[in-house]
């Protein structure tokens, strides 16, 4: 069994900075590509940021130059370094990941719980 659990959401003046964390834990052989997304309230949940097993990241166009993925293989650890943020960015963010599981050949995807960030105008 694989979790993933997300902490660092909350409140923010626009302008402000947030770092999310998505921890992965359990029963995992080897973790592959790992993405943040998000959803706000009414709309699609779509993906924000995504980094490969080897640092290769790729952003949404809306936040590039502002928030910052990256992580720790050695903890299996996932980070969102958000800055400059806007109201606009206010939504659920989720942690989602291509993992293999131990004693498992195929790669499955997980999702964590979701934390919410909300930016004030």
């Known amino acids: 069994q694989v979790q993933l659990v997300e902490s660092g959401g909350g409140l923010v003046q626009a302008g402000g900075s947030l770092t999310l964390s998505c921890a992965a834990s359990?029963?995992?052989?080897?973790?592959?590509?790992m993405d943040w997304y998000r959803q706000a309230p009414g709309k699609q949940r779509n993906m924000v940021a995504s980094?490969?097993?080897?640092?290769?990241?790729n952003y949404v166009d809306s936040v590039k130059g502002r928030f910052t993925i990256s992580r720790d293989n050695t903890k299996n650890t996932l980070y969102l370094q958000m800055n400059s943020l806007k109201p606009e960015d206010t939504a659920a963010y989720y942690c989602?990941?291509?993992?293999?599981?131990?004693?498992?050949?195929?790669?499955?995807?997980?999702w964590g719980q979701g934390t919410q960030v909300t930016v004030s105008s």
């Open positions: 359990g029963s995992i052989f080897r973790i592959d590509t």
């Open positions: 980094i490969t097993s080897d640092g290769t990241t």
């Open positions: 989602h990941a291509k993992v293999r599981p131990s004693g498992d050949y195929r790669y499955k995807y997980y």
